[in-house]
């Protein structure tokens, strides 16, 4: 894929139209709106489709993998709560957008991906983009132990289950947002650790997510 990090004035006018449809949609935490209107989310198509890159859709970037829906990356971005320096564990980076979000709200983000050509493009384009997120190849489905504990953790595939190896990697008043459910659907949940010992689970919308892979996944 050809990429062009060019942004006009007619993708600049698109994306703010975009942060306007999504306020619509319901996303009312303007910093996340905020970080939504300063990611040129057309970098990441090849020019011809550059037509699409503002549209409220997922849409296949190759390898046989999508880059998610706006407002996907809006709701679940917007239940995170992230504070400037917050640690945060993001598994599945696809293309990257979602992490670019959550580094314009000022996170410092590890993210991981278990395919390798995905993994590849990604940590070409991002830098070039500027966003400097710590990139890792493997299946995040068992975390990243090594680096935690997070002040929050997002699950952009979705899971049979919470797997209890996310929950041990999390703070106490972090956060973990991951979609459950099984292949046609999942909720999303979001679960707090309020203690050591004890999590308060919120079950939320429905969505449909590519399936989380792994040894804690399906
Ligand atoms: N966050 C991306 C965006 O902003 O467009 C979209 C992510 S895509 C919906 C889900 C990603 O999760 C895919 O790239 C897939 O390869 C990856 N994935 C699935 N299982 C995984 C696992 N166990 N570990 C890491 N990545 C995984």
Redesign the pocket.
């Known amino acids: 894929m050809a990429y062009k990090f060019v942004d006009k004035y007619r993708e600049q006018g698109a994306r703010k139209k975009l942060v306007a449809l999504l306020r619509e949609r319901g996303i009312s935490d303007e910093r996340v709106l905020t970080a939504i209107g300063k990611v040129p989310r057309h970098f990441f198509f090849d020019e011809t489709f550059w037509n699409q890159a503002y549209k409220d859709i997922?849409f296949p970037?190759g390898d046989g993998?999508?880059?998610?829906q706006p407002y996907t990356?809006a709701y679940q971005t917007e239940l995170l709560h992230i504070q400037k320096g917050n640690k945060v564990l993001?598994?599945?980076?696809?293309?990257?957008?979602?992490?670019c979000v959550l580094l314009e709200l000022g996170a410092k983000v590890f993210t991981?991906?278990?395919?390798e050509n995905?993994f590849r493009r990604t940590i070409q384009v991002l830098p070039k983009m500027g966003y400097h997120p710590q990139f890792f190849l493997?299946?995040?489905?068992m975390g990243i132990a090594e680096q935690a504990p997070y002040d929050k953790i997002i699950v952009?595939?979705g899971a049979p289950l919470v797997p209890e190896i996310l929950l041990k990697q999390l703070k106490v008043g972090g956060i973990l947002v991951i979609p459950v459910g099984d292949a046609n659907e999942q909720k999303m949940v979001t679960v707090l650790r309020i203690s050591e010992t004890e999590f308060e689970k919120i079950v939320l919308d429905t969505f449909r997510?590519?399936?989380?892979?792994?040894d804690q996944?399906w």
Do not use: H, K, N
């Not at 991981?112 to 395919?115: A, D, F, K, S």
């Not at 493997?138 to 489905?141: E, K, V």
């Not at 997510?209 to 792994?214: M, R, Y």
């Open positions: 997922a970037i993998q999508t880059i998610s990356v993001e598994i599945g980076t696809g293309c990257g957008y979602q992490t991981i991906e278990r395919q995905l493997g299946d995040g489905s952009t595939a997510f590519v399936p989380l892979l792994g996944a």
